[in-house]
């Protein structure tokens, strides 16, 4: 059997805070808000896992109000994740994200975020896709508020 999970985050640009997407620090004026460490990819690679298995979000497992997570590194919430759905009887085989930010320039971290998400998921490479995008000036994003992540991830049975 295979499922298909989807996974959504966006946070909001902050100064005095480092970017970290997909376990990378990623030079830039500006990092993330955020309870944990902020990393929006690992975020949504976790609610897309979750998701694919209906195993919950990850605001339930991990939840903002609870000190455990205060500045968590959200690669090993990814690595619990894709270990909770193990246990469920799920592999993770394949996954695909999109970073859509105005700033930075994201194009020559893709292959380290990348290489980052398939070693912690225990994947070969070319397993996992990353790719980045603006918004094209619009909205939140557009205005360099902050940046979103979208995710899919792919799980077999067995
Ligand atoms: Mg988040």
Do not use: C
């Not at 000190?67 to 270990?83: C, G, N, Q, V």
């Amino acid at each position: 059997m295979t499922r298909v999970g989807i996974g959504y985050d966006s946070h909001r640009f902050a100064p005095g805070r480092r970017l970290i997407l997909g376990g990378q620090v990623i030079p830039h004026a500006l990092g993330l808000a955020g309870h944990s460490d902020a990393d929006a990819v690992a975020h949504a690679l976790t609610d897309a896992i979750l998701g694919a298995a209906a195993a919950g979000n990850i605001g339930e497992l991990f939840p903002d109000s609870d000190p455990e997570w205060k500045d968590a590194d959200s690669m090993a919430l990814l690595r619990t994740a894709a270990a909770l759905v193990a246990g469920r009887g799920f592999r993770v085989v394949q996954a695909d994200v999109t970073v859509i930010a105005e700033a930075p320039k994201l194009a020559a971290h893709l292959p380290a975020i990348a290489a980052a998400l398939e070693a912690s998921l225990g994947l070969p490479a070319r397993s996992v896709g990353v790719k980045a995008k603006t918004n094209e000036g619009m909205g939140f994003i557009g205005r360099g508020e902050g940046l979103a992540v979208l995710a899919v991830a792919t799980l077999e049975a067995g």
